[in-house]
């Protein structure tokens, strides 16, 4: 079983960043495809962004190129999502996944963390 910690949400206005971690204490993130989610009040939840397992090569939900980057650190097993050029449609409950193989589906959820940006 590996737990999935995320933190670094938090309230921001309309243009600002703030950059999401997650870790996975006693687990190798570099071994999984991870990914971010999120899901806003009455929206089904939605991929933002992943990092493939096998070639570290990145991908993103067209709502957020050019403002978000996943990023990936070995050395501290954390994964991050840095997120620029926010938006009030942003706003949504943002949530970290691993899988442990590309072709999977998501296994390993983490328990969220709030992001709010107001207008």
């Known amino acids: 079983q590996v737990q999935l910690v995320e933190s670094g949400g938090g309230l921001v206005q309309a243009g600002g960043s703030l950059r999401l971690s997650c870790a996975a204490p006693?687990?190798?993130?570099?071994?999984?495809?991870m990914g971010w989610f999120r899901q806003a009040p009455g929206k089904e939840r939605e991929l933002v962004a992943g990092?493939?397992?096998?070639?570290?090569?990145?991908y993103y939900a067209d709502s957020v190129k050019g403002r978000f980057t996943f990023s990936r650190d070995n050395a501290k097993n954390t994964v991050y999502l840095q997120m620029n050029s926010l938006k009030p449609e942003d706003t949504a409950v943002y949530y970290c996944?691993?899988?442990?193989?590309?072709?999977?589906?998501?296994?390993?959820w983490g328990q969220g963390t709030q992001v709010t940006v107001s207008s």
């Open positions: 996944a691993a899988k442990v193989a590309d072709w999977k589906e998501y296994a390993y």
């Open positions: 006693g687990h190798t993130l570099s071994g999984y495809g």
């Open positions: 990092i493939r397992r096998t070639d570290g090569t990145t």
